[in-house]
């Protein structure tokens, strides 16, 4: 399985497909971090939202990138539970260095402000709580990604379908005075909370929140996959 993950994390690189959500990534960064200074952990949960549909596009392209006949031999190969996780896996991947980059980036930009004192604990705490929300958006976009990929809704238009119902849901239905707030990953609360005071409650709830609905989509990726997908 391994080797699967490596040859799919190689084909989004060789392609050059891994470029365009990166480019977009770091353009609406820049477009982020150029208002002004901000706090790292108010900086950084704002940041997390803006990720999460560009690594969900990520993940569709990672998982379209490889032809049918190709995935059809890779599930001969090693058994259709392992293709099937393994490109989950190579996602995951693909996000994380996404989000490393993320997360350097507003400091090469001066998106961020330093410390105001020797004694001040704001950029620890800021930089944890960073940390936090974006490795809660990874399972949450590559579960969505994976869902709108090829092999799931079978056709390029239902995929881009699924990706802006996914993105525009999590912020409408993520809004304070939501009536159905569990139908989106909480990416919104998530952002409220880096900017307020973040209870060791409140993080551990949204982190299995987080992990639910990531569970409960790629449940349905799962279901969705066609035979021969």
């Known amino acids: 399985m391994t080797a699967l993950v490596r040859m799919?994390?190689?084909?989004?690189?060789?392609?050059?497909?891994?470029v365009a959500p990166i480019l977009a990534g770091l353009i609406t960064l820049g477009?982020?971090?150029?208002?002004?200074?901000?706090?790292?952990?108010?900086?950084?949960?704002?940041?997390?939202?803006?990720?999460?549909?560009?690594?969900?596009?990520?993940t569709?392209?990672?998982l379209d990138v490889e032809p049918d006949v190709q995935?059809?031999?890779?599930?001969?190969?090693?058994?259709?539970?392992?293709?099937?996780?393994?490109?989950?896996?190579?996602?995951?991947?693909?996000?994380?260095?996404?989000?490393?980059?993320?997360?350097?980036f507003p400091w090469l930009v001066g998106g961020v402000s330093g410390p105001v004192d020797p004694g001040d604990r704001s950029i620890p705490v800021g930089l944890a709580l960073g940390l936090w929300a974006h490795l809660l958006v990874v399972p949450a976009a590559v579960a969505l990604g994976a869902?709108?990929?090829?092999?799931?809704?079978?056709?390029?238009?239902?995929?881009?379908?699924?990706?802006?119902?996914?993105?525009?849901?999590?912020?409408?239905?993520?809004?304070t005075d939501?009536?159905?707030?569990?139908?989106?990953?909480?990416?919104?609360?998530?952002?409220?909370?880096?900017?307020?005071d973040a209870a060791a409650?409140?993080?551990?709830?949204?982190t299995g929140w987080a992990l639910a609905w990531s569970a409960a989509v790629v449940g349905g990726y799962l279901w969705r996959r066609r035979p021969q997908g």
């Open 178 to 196: 939501s009536v159905a707030p569990w139908l989106a990953p909480p990416i919104m609360a998530v952002a409220r909370t880096t900017a307020g």
């Open 71 to 104: 995935r059809r031999l890779a599930q001969v190969t090693v058994g259709v539970a392992r293709e099937r996780l393994a490109g989950l896996f190579a996602a995951a991947v693909a996000a994380l260095v996404t989000v490393a980059v993320a997360l350097l």
């Open 8 to 18: 799919r994390l190689a084909g989004l690189l060789r392609t050059g497909r891994a």
């Open 60 to 62: 569709k392209i990672l």
């Open 147 to 175: 869902l709108a990929s090829r092999a799931s809704v079978g056709g390029a238009g239902y995929g881009v379908a699924v990706l802006a119902l996914g993105g525009v849901g999590a912020v409408v239905f993520g809004l």
């Open 201 to 206: 409650l409140t993080l551990l709830g949204l």
């Open 31 to 58: 477009i982020l971090y150029g208002g002004g200074r901000a706090q790292p952990a108010e900086a950084y949960g704002v940041s997390a939202v803006v990720l999460f549909p560009v690594l969900a596009w990520q």
